[in-house]
C-alpha cells in the first residue's frame, strides 16, 4: 500500500466517556480533542449520571468489552478512585477530564471546589432564561409572532434555507431571545422589523450555488422532484441581491453563511450583540 493510501486510512478506537452528570461538557471536550488529529475516528461510549457503584461497574463492564481512552467528569471521590483502580487493572488510559483546569483556578482564585454532582446544571435564573429563550424561538420560527418582536433580543432575516431557524435555536441555547423572519418574494417585510428599538436586526446571506445545492436537497427529501423557481438559477441569484439591498437600506449587520456552521453563525451574531452593532459586514 502507498504512502498517500496509508494516510487515508482513518485510525478508529474506543473512547468511554464517564459522567455523573449528563454528559454534554464530556462530549463536547473529547470531541474538540479529537478534531484536532487528522485521519481519526472515536467510536463514542457515553455513561451519562454515573452515580453508585453498581452504575461504574456496570460502565466498567463495557470498557473492559471495547478496550480504549476513558475520560472522565466524575466529582465523588469513591467513584473516582474506583474508576482509576479499575481503569488501573485493565490497563487502560483513565483522564480526569476537568482537573487541569480546576486546578489551576483553585490556585488563582485560592478557593476549594464544590463536591456537588452537577453543579454547573442547578435550576437558577440563567437556566430558566434558557428555557424562555426557547421557547420563544419556537413561538417566534419563521415569521410567527411577529407581534411582539421588539421583545426579541436579535431578529435573523433571510431568504428560504439559510439556517434561520438552527441558530435561532442554538442562540436560544445561550439565553439569547432570537426570533426570524423570511424573506419571500414580492412580498415586503413587516414594517414592524424596520421600528424595532431593542433587538438587532441580522442579515443572512449565501451564495446563490451553495443555496441552489441545499434547496434541491430539501426538494428531494420531500420526493419532489419537478423544477421551480425555488431552484432556478436566475431566480434564487435575484433572491439573494434583493435581499442584499434590503440589509444595505436598512444597514443591518450581514453575515455570510456559505461557509459557516450553526456555531460559527451564533458565534458571530452573539459578537454582533457585545459591541460589535457598526459592523455592517461579517463575511467569509
Known amino acids: 500500500m502507498s504512502t498517500s493510501a496509508q494516510a487515508r486510512l482513518a485510525t478508529y478506537f474506543h473512547v468511554h466517556l464517564v459522567s455523573d452528570s449528563t454528559g454534554e461538557t464530556l462530549n463536547a471536550m473529547a470531541r474538540a480533542v479529537c478534531a484536532r488529529f487528522d485521519n481519526v475516528l472515536p467510536i463514542e461510549h457515553i455513561y451519562a449520571l454515573v452515580r453508585s457503584q453498581r452504575q461504574l461497574d456496570r460502565a466498567l463492564g463495557d470498557i473492559e468489552e471495547a478496550p480504549g481512552v476513558v475520560i472522565h467528569t466524575i466529582v465523588d471521590d469513591k467513584l473516582r478512585h474506583a474508576l482509576e483502580e479499575g481503569c488501573r487493572k ?28 452537577g453543579a454547573h446544571l442547578r435550576l437558577d435564573n440563567d437556566y430558566f432564561n434558557r428555557m424562555d429563550a426557547l421557547n420563544y424561538a419556537i413561538g417566534h420560527d419563521d415569521g410567527q409572532g411577529g407581534q411582539d418582536l421588539d421583545e426579541a433580543d436579535v431578529v435573523l432575516v433571510g431568504v428560504s434555507r439559510t439556517s434561520k431557524t438552527p441558530t435561532c ?71 439573494i441581491i434583493q435581499a442584499r439591498r434590503l440589509y444595505e437600506r436598512h444597514g443591518w449587520p450581514t453575515i455570510d453563511v456559505t461557509r459557516r456552521s450553526v456555531e460559527e453563525t451564533a458565534a458571530a451574531i452573539l459578537n454582533l450583540m457585545h459591541g460589535g452593532h457598526g459592523q455592517v459586514e461579517v463575511l467569509g
Open 90 to 117: 485493565l490497563d487502560m488510559p483513565c483522564i480526569p477530564a476537568l482537573d487541569p483546569l480546576v486546578s489551576a483556578l483553585s490556585r488563582y482564585l485560592g478557593a476549594s471546589t464544590t463536591s456537588r454532582v
Open 169 to 239: 435555536i442554538y442562540l436560544a441555547h445561550r439565553g439569547v431571545r432570537a426570533a426570524n423572519v423570511p424573506l419571500v418574494p414580492d412580498r415586503p417585510v413587516p414594517e414592524k422589523l424596520t421600528r424595532l428599538k431593542k433587538a438587532i436586526v441580522v442579515g443572512l446571506t449565501i451564495s446563490p450555488d451553495r443555496l441552489i445545492q441545499i434547496r434541491r436537497n430539501r426538494l428531494l427529501s420531500l420526493h419532489e422532484n419537478r423544477q421551480s423557481s425555488y431552484i432556478d438559477t436566475d431566480t434564487v441569484r435575484d433572491e
